[in-house]
């Protein structure tokens, strides 16, 4: 088969640019049910592949000066809203995220095996250690674990999690009405887990989902996160703004991925991507620009906060070089790009949070379809990324722009479908069906 270019929509309130939702004529909201699902139908009749859906055990942050002007504190419980969006569609990746600190793996093997059935085999798990220590007093957590200890409890989670969705071999559920045998429990295989972090019995009270488990999703780029994602992930969604710092990211992935034993691109690289499309370059600038008059320095270093990183304003002031920023127990990969990107535009500390509060670090195009086109192209192409994690600045608009514009160009040089190629996701994917951890 021709190699296709994987497309996912991350799915934020207005859209992901922080000015977005003062646009006259944006109405999005991330508690509008109506509006998620036109935009997931959307994406769906595009033939792209996932819809993605981040989520906090809390608020994002507590700065609440900056929450004012924030459409982002409100978000619908995943798991629900996923399973009301499968009822609504047929082809579409549902990507969840579900925190390995704030649940216990029976729990999450339920859930996703539970809307893996609900959508016929288009569940996917994007698996988080969560980075923000002030949500843990929601969950009575008064030791907030570091970076590395989160990591070591979220592998042991994963390996729980997989031996409860195999609890039960393909073929246990009989259904013999003549002999009356519903369930053949010799088929059964026990958990009976007792770990460092989790002790779980099971076995499951699921049998076997659609694709054999969800899709596992790690969106880690530090050197803990990416070990987990070599190990555990099918899908990788990164932070990288460059096309050499993707290239060396996606060698290194190929690498570990090889040391682990996996076959090459066994885990899809999906970066975020900031796409700006428009009929001219001249309309796809204005309708940024306009956003852009909206932009407060304030959202961007709440933003910095929000992922652990610390700015003192009155000792680096907005009009001083961005400084070097120490490591600590937030998200340490992303803290490297950030102040890679200053280092390399020798941006201030104003500027760096302008950049924040519009792309957050990640790859950023703006343009006609076919100048977008030529940029994920050459990513795709040039062993930078097997697709992309759409961050698109508003809704609808934005979505509407992507698919007029850059979505017929990618089908004209063959990088993207016209047709999805099967009904579970990782048919659509090219992943193969997850085996059983005892076949």
């Given at each position: 088969?021709?190699?296709?270019?994987?497309?996912?929509?991350?799915?934020?309130?207005?859209?992901?640019?922080?000015?977005?939702?003062?646009?006259?004529?944006?109405?999005a909201?991330?508690?509008?049910?109506?509006?998620?699902?036109?935009?997931?139908?959307?994406?769906?009749?595009?033939?792209?592949?996932?819809?993605f859906?981040?989520?906090?055990?809390?608020?994002?942050?507590?700065?609440?000066?900056?929450?004012?002007?924030?459409?982002?504190?409100?978000?619908?419980e995943?798991?629900?809203?996923?399973?009301?969006?499968?009822?609504?569609?047929?082809?579409i990746?549902?990507?969840?995220?579900?925190?390995?600190?704030?649940?216990?793996?029976?729990?999450?093997?339920?859930?996703?095996?539970s809307l893996?059935?609900?959508?016929?085999?288009?569940?996917?798990?994007n698996?988080?250690?969560s980075?923000?220590?002030h949500?843990?007093?929601?969950f009575?957590?008064?030791?907030?674990?570091?970076?590395?200890?989160?990591?070591?409890?979220?592998?042991?989670?994963?390996?729980?999690?997989?031996?409860?969705?195999?609890?039960?071999?393909?073929?246990?559920?009989?259904?013999?009405?003549?002999?009356?045998?519903?369930?053949?429990?010799?088929?059964?295989?026990?958990?009976?887990?007792?770990?460092?972090?989790?002790?779980?019995?099971?076995?499951?009270?699921?049998?076997?989902?659609?694709?054999?488990?969800?899709?596992?999703?790690?969106?880690?780029?530090?050197?803990?996160?990416?070990?987990f994602?070599?190990k555990?992930?099918?899908?990788?969604?990164?932070?990288?703004?460059?096309?050499?710092?993707?290239?060396?990211?996606?060698?290194?992935?190929?690498?570990?991925l090889?040391?682990?034993?996996?076959?090459?691109?066994?885990?899809?690289?999906?970066?975020?991507?900031?796409?700006?499309?428009?009929?001219?370059?001249?309309?796809?600038?204005?309708?940024?620009?306009?956003?852009?008059?909206?932009?407060?320095?304030?959202?961007?270093?709440?933003?910095?906060?929000?992922?652990?990183?610390?700015?003192?304003?009155?000792?680096?002031?907005?009009?001083?070089?961005?400084?070097?920023?120490?490591e600590?127990?937030?998200?340490?990969?992303?803290?490297?790009?950030?102040?890679?990107?200053?280092?390399?535009e020798?941006?201030?500390?104003?500027?760096?949070?302008?950049?924040?509060?519009?792309?957050?670090?990640?790859?950023?195009a703006?343009?006609?379809?076919?100048?977008?086109?030529?940029?994920?192209e050459?990513?795709?192409?040039?062993?930078?990324?097997?697709?992309?994690n759409?961050?698109?600045?508003?809704?609808?608009?934005?979505?509407?722009?992507?698919?007029?514009?850059?979505?017929?160009?990618?089908?004209?040089?063959?990088?993207?479908r016209?047709?999805?190629?099967?009904?579970?996701?990782?048919?659509?994917?090219?992943?193969?069906?997850?085996?059983?951890?005892y076949?």
């Open positions: 088969m021709t190699r296709m270019m994987k497309l996912g929509l991350f799915l934020l309130p207005a859209g992901h640019h922080l000015s977005a939702w003062r646009i006259p004529g944006n109405s909201s991330a508690i509008d049910f109506g509006q998620i699902l036109r935009l997931t139908q959307r994406a769906e009749e595009a033939k792209m592949d996932t819809v859906l981040a989520d906090v055990d809390g608020l994002w942050g507590t700065n609440w000066e900056a929450m004012k002007k924030d459409p982002g504190t409100f978000f619908l995943p798991f629900t809203l996923l399973s009301a969006l499968a009822g609504a569609t047929r082809h990746g549902l990507i969840g995220s579900a925190s390995t600190l704030y649940n216990e793996p029976f729990h999450i093997a339920r859930k996703f095996a893996d059935h609900i959508s016929g085999g288009r569940a996917a798990w698996i988080v250690t980075f923000m220590p949500n843990a007093a929601n009575g957590i008064e030791s907030y674990p570091d970076h590395g200890e989160r990591y070591a409890a979220a592998a042991e989670f994963v390996e729980v999690a997989q031996k409860l969705w195999d609890s039960w071999e393909d073929g246990a559920v009989v259904r013999d009405q003549q002999s009356g045998l519903f369930l053949d429990t010799d088929k059964m295989r026990l958990p009976a887990h007792e770990g460092r972090y989790f002790r779980c019995a099971g076995p499951l009270n699921l049998p076997r989902s659609p694709q054999g488990h969800s899709v596992l999703v790690q969106a880690g780029s530090s050197g803990d996160g990416r070990a994602a070599a555990y992930s099918e899908v990788i969604f990164t932070v990288q703004s460059v096309l050499s710092d993707a290239r060396a990211f996606y060698d290194d992935m190929q690498a570990r090889e040391a682990e034993g996996r076959p090459p691109r066994s885990s899809l690289i999906m970066p975020g991507a900031f796409v700006m499309a428009g009929a001219s370059e001249a309309e796809a600038r204005e309708r940024f620009e306009e956003m852009q008059a909206f932009v407060d320095p304030l959202n961007g270093l709440a933003a910095l906060h929000n992922y652990g990183f610390g700015i003192d304003i009155e000792q680096h002031p907005w009009d001083s070089p961005f400084p070097d920023l120490p600590t127990q937030g998200q340490q990969g992303r803290r490297e790009i950030v102040m890679a990107m200053a280092r390399r020798t941006m201030t500390v104003r500027q760096v949070c302008q950049r924040m509060a519009v792309t957050r670090g990640h790859f950023f703006l343009g006609t379809g076919k100048q977008i086109a030529d940029q994920m050459e990513w795709f192409t040039g062993g930078a990324a097997d697709g992309f759409l961050m698109l600045p508003s809704f609808p608009d934005s979505l509407d722009a992507f698919v007029q514009h850059v979505i017929p160009e990618l089908r004209r040089r063959g990088l993207f016209s047709e999805y190629e099967g009904t579970t996701l990782r048919d659509n994917l090219g992943l193969p069906a997850a085996r059983s951890i076949s």
